[in-house]
């Protein structure tokens, strides 16, 4: 079955620390990893994009990685600002052949960032 | 650039009438649009798929005849919830691809339906 999980489900740090999030994957054919954040009421964000080829992608403060022999990734974020409080999704897209590419959510975490 | 507007951004109707949802790509042309519904703490679930000009291909599960979606032209879809309950009840997302290899879909910033 194609899932993705996260953990922790939420998180909660204080402003300034850094933190890293999980992503598994059990999707295949995999063709790549997405990173959004997502605030409350709002549409997805896109962070990175990440192919099978690729380990490490930065955008900022934040950094995911990949490793696709494991079937994981991560996404850090340095120096956390009260403005990072929102739900981060891993997604992965699922290459149908029959029906086209579909992107499977994880759950997504939630992170506070507190003063 | 690849802005996505959704309107409404919340609607509420009552039980039995029909909603239009629309979304459109500002600055860009999407080939591709998508439709996602999120109920509260879960993840966002596929509907459909679809492409300018053709029938939109629904997601296992989803009733067509209830989501009815148009993708007239190529900044432009809409979903309409026909004889809605209050289970569609949901936070409806749509993102649209460009249609050029970089992989990104653009999502807008979804539209909050409550039946009452």
């Known amino acids: 079955k194609n899932q993705v999980e996260q953990s922790p489900q939420s998180l909660i740090i204080l402003e300034g620390k850094n933190c890293t999030l999980q992503c598994n994957y059990t999707v295949s054919p995999f063709s790549n990893l997405r990173w959004y954040k997502q605030d409350t009421g709002r549409g997805p964000v896109s962070l990175t994009i990440?192919?099978?080829?690729?380990n490490t992608k930065s955008n900022g403060r934040y950094t995911a990685t990949l490793d696709a022999d494991t079937k994981q990734s991560s996404l850090h974020i340095t120096a956390s600002q009260l403005s990072d409080s929102a739900s981060y999704i891993c997604?992965?897209?699922?290459?149908?052949?029959?029906?086209?590419?579909?992107?499977?959510f994880g759950k997504g975490t939630t992170l506070s960032v507190s003063s | 650039g690849a802005v996505v507007s959704q309107h409404p951004s919340w609607v509420i109707c009552k039980s039995g009438t029909s909603v239009k949802i629309e979304c459109r790509s500002l600055d860009f042309q999407a080939t591709t649009m998508f439709w996602y519904r999120q109920f509260p703490k879960q993840s966002l679930m596929l509907m459909a798929t679809?492409?300018?000009?053709?029938?939109?291909?629904?997601e296992q599960g989803v009733e067509k005849d209830k989501f009815l979606i148009n993708h007239a032209s190529l900044t432009l879809s809409t979903l309409t919830v026909t004889s809605a309950h209050p289970e569609d009840s949901s936070f409806y997302i749509c993102s649209a691809h460009p249609g050029f290899t970089n992989y990104e879909q653009y999502f807008g910033p979804g539209t909050r339906l409550t039946v009452t």
């Open positions: 990440m192919t099978f080829s690729e």
């Open positions: 997604v992965v897209t699922l290459e149908r052949p029959q029906a086209g590419t579909a992107l499977i």
């Open positions: 679809s492409n300018e000009g053709s029938k939109a291909t629904y």
